[in-house]
């Protein structure tokens, strides 16, 4: 795991501190407030990694062109060259 050091102005730790009291629920400190606040930030940059770059399955496939516009299934239809659907 990496580590990383954060060096904040007094200004910057003020707020924090509040920030942290502030918290719901209420954190111990301002620098454990800025560590669970990282940690929030970077799994949610991974989980939308993950999601972004996951082949969709082929259940979620066929359940998303079912749902879209017939312009939409047309215009799917005709990037994978097989024509499009008559009314």
């Known amino acids: 795991m ?3 050091t ?3 102005t007094a200004n910057q730790d003020l707020i924090l501190a509040w920030l942290a009291s502030h918290a719901d ?3 111990a400190d301002g620098p454990t407030y800025l ?4 940690t929030e930030v970077l799994q949610n940059y991974v989980r939308q990694y993950r999601e972004a ?3 969709a399955t082929p259940d979620q496939m066929h359940a998303a062109f079912l749902a879209a516009t017939p ?3 047309n215009a ?3 990037a994978l060259g ?3 659907m008559q009314p």
């Open 2 to 4: 990496a580590s990383i």
């Open 6 to 8: 954060v060096t904040t």
């Open 25 to 27: 629920p209420p954190v």
């Open 35 to 38: 560590q669970q606040r990282v």
């Open 53 to 55: 770059h996951t082949p």
């Open 71 to 73: 312009a939409q299934q």
């Open 76 to 78: 799917i239809l005709t």
């Open 82 to 84: 097989l024509g499009t």
